[in-house]
């Protein structure tokens, strides 16, 4: 059930272009791809092991995680609607409705594997509750120096004026 549960966790990942976004705008840092690997992995573990995990429960982690590792809030819904995903997935798998499970597996969006891992590597031993709080890091280059009180960076252009 867990290496079932994992490819269906990947495949929503992977789908999550607000995820995606953050990766790619290195809002983890400079592994922001293995940050999400890692959150990918203890989202997987956070729902096979809770008990009475409930849809509230995962919307609650994933917006922590966007928060907490990649300084992102998804004001698109997108926790929500993957929190949905995640448990109905879940609830069909501890019920034994394999076959149901495989249906709705197969109804998902087609993705790009832009998050994955090899696969012989199920469970890594580090990963999971210890690592994902001690993981935030801050953005920012000695080019372009933040404002004070704003998270935001100023961005200059590289042309030279003539």
Not at 126 to 139: A, D, M, W, Y
Not at 145 to 155: A, F, G, H, I, Q
Request: glycine fraction near 4%; charged fraction near 25%; aromatic fraction near 6%.
């Amino acid at each position: 059930m867990e290496a079932k549960f994992q490819t269906i966790v990947e495949h929503i990942f992977n789908n999550w272009t607000g995820l995606q976004l953050a990766v790619e705008h290195g809002m983890a840092g400079p592994n922001s791809r293995q940050v999400a690997l890692e959150c990918m992995d203890y989202m997987t573990q956070y729902c096979l092991n809770e008990q009475n995990v409930q849809i509230s429960d995962i919307q609650d982690v994933l917006e922590d995680i966007m928060d907490e590792e990649f300084d992102t809030v998804c004001e698109d819904n997108s926790p929500t609607e993957i929190a949905n995903l995640l448990h109905r997935f879940l609830l069909l798998l501890k019920e034994g409705n394999i076959t149901q499970c495989d249906l709705e597996y197969q109804n998902l969006p087609t993705c790009k594997l832009w998050l994955s891992k090899p696969h012989p590597e199920v469970s890594t031993p580090g990963v999971g509750e210890s690592s994902i709080p001690q993981e935030p890091k801050p953005q920012g280059t000695d080019e372009t120096p933040m404002e004070e009180d704003s998270e935001w960076t100023e961005v200059k252009s590289r042309r030279r004026k003539q």
